[in-house]
């Protein structure tokens, strides 16, 4: 009988490296958008490139970029409020909320939110609706990055510019002209708060139809606004 042919020894460790370069290079395939998201406006999102037509209603999506700047204080408070109150505080994850929405999935009671604003923007911006841990996982590792290469404000700006806020209505800009006839930058608390209170679910809730328990939902977010401290708990200094 022949005697086995030996593997070369090299031909493990460049196995190894080929890994390891495979690896390297996943990452820095998806931190370099990130990095570049900073500074460059994103002219679409994960979930608009996957948004259809319907057939009962709007037949082109509507999105229009704004600068944080044009958009009112009151719908960045009033979004904080609604979606995510330890949004300056946290560093993408809201540790408690997450142990709490565990601890009512294992009660089998209904689970809470415990989304951050940055989980968001993560998910609309890189990933896809459908619930899996392969999309948790992924949408943790680009919320990490993106906490560590952008400032909050940068963070909300996008968010308020990618969320949608009624069937094919995504962004603050089209969501104000769509619904009240005016820019972004011109909502007062209420209107804002109507806006903040589709957010978790826009094609059931309307801002141009609401109902009982959305304007229900809207005196409490008006109520959180204010115990907060309104715009000025963001905390935002002008971006670099």
């Given amino acids: 009988m022949p005697p086995r042919r030996r593997k070369k020894p090299g031909f493990v460790r460049r196995w190894l490296i080929r890994g390891v370069v495979f690896v390297l290079a996943l990452v820095v395939a998806s931190v370099l958008p990130v990095a570049a998201l900073r500074w460059i406006d994103p002219p679409t999102s994960a979930f608009m490139l996957a948004w259809t037509p319907e057939a009962n209603g709007p037949q082109h999506l509507d999105q229009r970029w704004v600068p944080i700047s044009a958009i009112s204080p009151q719908l960045q408070i009033a979004v904080v409020a609604s979606e995510d109150q330890k949004f ?21 009671t209904r689970s809470r939110g415990a989304s951050t604003i940055s989980q968001q923007v993560a998910k609309n911006l890189f990933l896809w609706s459908d619930p899996s841990w392969l999309r948790k996982g992924l949408e943790a590792w680009f919320t990490a990055w993106i906490e560590l290469l952008w400032s909050k404000q940068r963070i909300l700006e996008v968010y308020l510019n990618i969320a949608e806020f009624g069937a094919g209505v995504y962004g603050a800009e089209a969501a104000s002209q769509r619904f009240f006839g005016m820019p972004a930058g011109r909502l007062n608390a209420a209107q804002a708060a109507l806006l903040a209170a589709v957010l978790p679910n826009p094609k059931q809730y309307r801002a141009d139809a609401p109902g009982p328990y959305l304007r229900e939902r809207v ?18 200094e002008p971006d670099s």
């Fill in 88 to 108: 300056p505080l946290h560093d993408g994850f809201d540790i408690e909320a997450i142990e709490e929405a565990w601890a009512d999935r294992v009660a089998g």
């Fill in 219 to 236: 005196g409490w977010i008006q109520t959180q606004m204010h115990q907060l401290g309104g715009p000025a708990y963001l905390g935002f």
